[in-house]
Nanobody
């Protein structure tokens, strides 16, 4: 069983930055691909970004492209989400996910989430 623990959320003003971290308890083939999702109040959970095992391949939702950067440190079993130029509409609970497919929807393991609030 893979456990994912997110950290780094908080309150920030519009235009500011935050960096989220997600530490995985173990590294397995079933959790090689890692991703971030978010869920705003009253909305469905949506894909934000994903990264392949090697870090070579990344993918972003159009809404965050150019502002967010996903990266990973395999030595630490940790994935990061650097969020710049934050907007109030980025306010959501951000979830880390891990799986074996480089997809936007099929993930086996999920973290508990970390709240990001962007004030205007």
């Amino acid at each position: 069983q893979v456990q994912l623990v997110e950290s780094g959320g908080g309150l920030v003003q519009a235009g500011g930055s935050l960096r989220l971290s997600c530490a995985a308890s173990v590294r397995t083939s079933s959790s090689a691909v890692m991703a971030w999702f978010r869920q705003a109040p009253g909305k469905e959970r949506e894909f934000v970004a994903r990264i392949s095992w090697s870090g070579t391949n990344t993918d972003y939702a159009d809404s965050v492209k150019g502002r967010f950067t996903i990266a990973r440190d395999n030595a630490k079993n940790t994935v990061y989400l650097q969020m710049n130029s934050l907007k109030p509409e980025d306010t959501a609970v951000y979830f880390c996910a891990a799986g074996s497919l480089f997809s936007r929807s099929h993930y086996t393991y999920w973290g508990q989430g970390t709240q990001v609030t962007v004030s205007s």
